[in-house]
């Protein structure tokens, strides 16, 4: 007959390392810990779009170059005083790209174009609807401050004024604001790559057959397409069953072709939780255990040399600790620096006891003003994902959510979908 094990003396105590840790804390010590993986190229504008810049740009050249009229019109030398006034036309004009190589007298006008150069003696402009023209001669009516409908040289870039910061990711307007002042080409960050491995004996892959016991991979395409809108590369390593061999296998190959792995499933302590066994094995695993809703111990550590996220295999816990987490991190590792997505204080339409001591996401979207959530707070329930468009972020203390109670809902977009 086998006897129960006997009780410990100690079976009351605490396991070790049951301090959960705040949201905010594990997240500075992420931020203070990363530092950019990737290496810097340099490339053409027309390949810079959503590339991350490696170095600062500073001005070569101001924007505008030269003082130049913003109207089509005539230009003088103003001010106008109040009143009717009788201006001679001198002959000739200025248009954009083909300035007037004259210098206007004091008294006279000169026709000039939208963008054209102001012509020596030119400093101020008066709109061509505001004028009546003869063939030698202009009437007007002031008063026009001397300056008006021209920029001036320089007045949106100098000369040396930074048109592009280190870690930026380079945008539409961004590309029009370094060739406005005439950079061709720019230093940027290698794309992050990023390699996606899904464990679990359960899992199949959608168009197969699957037994009853049996589930399909959720979390492969959506990690891996989150990593996409992140901007970075994805390196799609499959599914590996609950096997240490073929995992170990996998993560060695993963280090060699990507600068950080993302696992989901097998990160707890449990008989199969090979992911943070193996990760155990290679001596670098820290479990963390964050004080959040939803998640589960998040594994980190470095496989030959490279970060490993052990995300929770639970689709809603991976999609949130990768928001949450994963994205700051890798934004950290791919030179873009650490991001605090943007998140709205807004009314809410629901109500919500919560008890303290971990910080909540709560699956939400924003309908006439007001944040919903999703009806149930069950962590399978991927429609819930796919239905929301943000999360609702309920901080660490103890709170009651009352309809029209302002709530932080931070958007999708929030977190760079
Ligand atoms: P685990 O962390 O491996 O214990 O998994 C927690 C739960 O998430 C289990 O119900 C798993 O079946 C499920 N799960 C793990 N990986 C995936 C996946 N890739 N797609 C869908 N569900 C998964
Ligand atoms: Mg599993």
């Known amino acids: ?232 590369k994805a390196v799609d390593m499959g599914r590996v069953p609950d096997d240490r061999n073929t995992l170990r296998a996998t993560l060695d190959d993963a280090a060699m072709q990507a600068d950080v792995i993302l696992t989901s499933g097998g990160a707890s302590a449990g008989d199969e939780d090979h992911v943070s066994a193996l990760l155990e094995e290679a001596g670098a695993l820290q479990e963390w255990r964050i004080a959040i809703k939803p998640g589960r111990p998040l594994a980190l550590a470095l496989w030959n040399g490279k970060p490993v996220f052990g995300l929770p295999g639970n689709p809603v816990a991976a999609m949130v600790c990768t928001l949450v987490f994963a994205r700051p991190a890798l934004a950290a590792l791919s030179g873009q620096g650490w991001t605090t997505p943007q998140g709205f204080d807004l009314p809410a339409a629901f109500e919500k006891r919560k008890k303290p001591g971990r910080r909540e996401y709560l699956r939400a979207r924003l309908r006439g003003g007001q944040v919903e959530v999703f009806a149930s707070e069950g962590s399978g329930r991927i429609s819930g994902l796919s239905w929301a468009e943000g999360l609702v972020e309920i901080e660490d203390g103890a709170r009651h959510v009352q309809p029209g109670d302002p709530v932080r809902y931070i958007p999708f977009s929030s977190f760079g979908l």
């Not at 490339?43 to 740009?57: E, I, M, N």
């Open 1 to 232: 007959m086998i006897k129960p094990p006997p009780l410990r003396n100690d079976c009351f105590a605490l396991p070790q390392g049951v301090e959960w840790t705040p949201v905010s804390e594990a997240l500075a010590h992420l931020q203070s810990r990363l530092t950019p993986v990737t290496q810097v190229e340099t490339v053409a504008l027309s390949f810079a779009l959503g590339r991350t810049a490696a170095a600062p740009v500073l001005a070569p050249r101001a924007s505008p170059p030269a003082a130049n009229t913003a109207v089509d019109g005539y230009g003088f030398a103003g001010p106008v005083q109040e009143g009717a006034h009788l201006m001679s036309l001198l002959p000739g004009r200025a248009a954009a790209g083909a300035p007037f190589n004259g210098e206007v007298p004091q008294g006279k006008a000169l026709r000039v174009l939208t963008g054209a150069a102001l012509p020596k003696g030119v400093d101020t402009v008066i709109l061509e609807e505001d004028v009546t023209a003869s063939e030698d001669q202009i009437a007007l009516h002031g008063p026009l401050k001397r300056g008006a409908n021209t920029r001036a040289a320089g007045e949106d870039v100098c000369v040396g004024d930074t048109v592009l910061a280190d870690g930026r990711v380079i945008t539409p307007a961004d590309l029009a604001l370094l060739s406005s002042v005439g950079v061709a080409e720019v230093a940027v960050h290698a794309p992050l790559r990023v390699a996606v491995i899904s464990t679990g004996d359960e899992l199949r892959e959608p168009g197969t057959e699957a037994a009853p016991g049996q589930i399909y991979d959720a979390n492969r395409p959506m990690l891996l397409s989150m990593i996409e809108r992140f901007g970075f």
